[in-house]
């Protein structure tokens, strides 16, 4: 089993500053797949479904989606829909219910909301999806090309 911190991938170390930011060379052999939104799974429901377009499209315009992310970012916007969900029960509920016999009790949908945003945030750390973990990121957006500068970057391309 290996100590330490766990490795940062390739890619968020990039954007946080290479290997001045790390302080080690970057792994030249880590596997780089297609950066682009994975379909979305049909077992989500709508609100989930709603979440994987909206947070998706963001994490696509960086760059910090792949098809190997796609349980990861499944889970968070799963989570997200149940935690949304709860949240509403909640706010429309008591805080605490009282039994039979007069003693109070939270009421339950506080616990599945609970766990639904500790599942949410934990795979949003890993998505670059809380304030935490993009702190560092330094992304930059391409500036727009015109038609002479889309033809000769791919006149370009082609040479190489």
């Known amino acids: 089993m290996a100590r330490g911190r766990k490795k940062i991938p390739s890619k968020i170390a990039q ?3 290479g290997s ?13 797949p297609p950066e ?4 979305c799974p049909k077992h989500l429901d709508k609100a989930a479904k709603k979440e994987w377009k909206r947070a998706g499209k963001v994490l696509q315009d960086i760059g910090l989606i792949t098809d190997l992310d796609v349980a990861v970012f499944a889970g968070y ?4 829909a149940q935690w949304a969900e709860a949240t509403k029960k909640i706010h429309t ?5 009282k039994k039979a016999d007069g003693t109070p009790v939270l009421n339950p949908y506080l616990r599945v909301a609970r766990e639904a945003f500790d599942r949410m945030m934990k795979a949003a750390v890993l998505l670059g999806l809380s304030p935490s973990s993009r ?3 330094k992304v930059e957006k391409p500036k727009p090309q015109n038609k002479v500068e889309k033809f000769m970057a ?7």
């Open 15 to 17: 954007i946080r500053g």
């Open 154 to 160: 791919r006149k370009n391309d082609e040479e190489i």
């Open 93 to 97: 509920s008591a805080m605490v219910y």
């Open 135 to 137: 702190a560092s990121l």
């Open 20 to 32: 001045e930011y790390t302080h080690r060379p970057m792994n030249s052999k880590e596997p780089k």
């Open 77 to 80: 916007c799963d989570a997200y």
């Open 36 to 39: 682009r939104l994975p379909r």
